[in-house]
């Protein structure tokens, strides 16, 4: 009888420990899994942060270099053609023109009424690239339907775009951005893709504006916009993703289904509508 005891007395001990000692490694296992855990979310946390500000920093070193670039080309455009236009003004001009008869006089000043007329053009030129009078006073769709009225004048590509719902315009800073943004896509359509049409089409949700680009010809997907965007080649569509993501928007690029066009789709939050 005092054996019998002794076994289970024995059995229970060691029951108790074993439990014991499996409650620990259970609570020690649950640690170090919290432990590493937590350390992957750290680590995943950093990653992130350090990937927001290398994208914030990509987007501004874009817009630097895209304002830079703006700036070159009007004082080359200034250096290049208003320059030797209003030299020659000057020589019309001189102080030897007082010593002239009439006739030359005249005809001097004339000539210099007419190169002045020629500079002020260029610099109402110049000044149009930099914000269209069209899109200043009557707004996106007005610019849009103005640029593809004059690709349609080339007789090569037909480009079409229909607006659906844009009674409110878009805040002036944000037709401007979208309208270059349009622009580069236009131009890097017509100059890449070869194809025969353009449309484009505005719609608009309780939340977004969305503006599609369409078209028949050779085009990018979402994957190989953003691999061929962080290369030197991708300037322009670095330019792209920097207006876009400054506007607090988003841009898509995709293949048709039916693989028969390919279309860029641009999301504008509704907050940026007047």
Known sequence: MFFLQATNSTNVTYV??????????????????????????IYFQLRMKKMQEEQQQMM???????????????A??????AGPLLATVRLYLNENLIHQDQATQLQSIYNAKQIIDDTIQLIRNMSHSLIPPTL????????????????????????SARFHDYKRRLKLD???????????????????SHCSFIHLTQNKTDQYIYIRIHHDGEGLTQ???????????????????????????KILFEKDPSNTYYKVTIEIPIEAML
């Open 136 to 159: 200043k006073n009557f707004g996106l769709e007005s610019a849009v339907n103005d640029m593809f009225q004059k690709i349609n004048g080339s007789g090569s590509i037909s480009a």
């Open 16 to 41: 108790v420990y074993f439990g014991t000692f499996g409650m620990l490694l259970l609570a020690v296992g649950l640690i170090v899994f919290i432990v590493i855990h937590q350390r992957k979310v």
């Open 174 to 192: 944000y037709e401007l951005s979208i309208f270059r943004v349009l622009q580069e896509l236009v131009n890097n359509t017509i100059k890449h």
């Open 60 to 74: 501004l070193q874009a817009s630097i270099e895209s304002q830079e670039e703006e700036r070159q080309r009007i």
């Open 76 to 81: 080359a455009d200034l250096h290049d053609d």
């Open 223 to 249: 994957t190989e916009y953003e691999k061929l965007r962080d290369t030197p080649q991708g300037m322009g569509l670095k330019n792209i993703f920097s207006r876009v993501k400054i506007l607090n928007s």
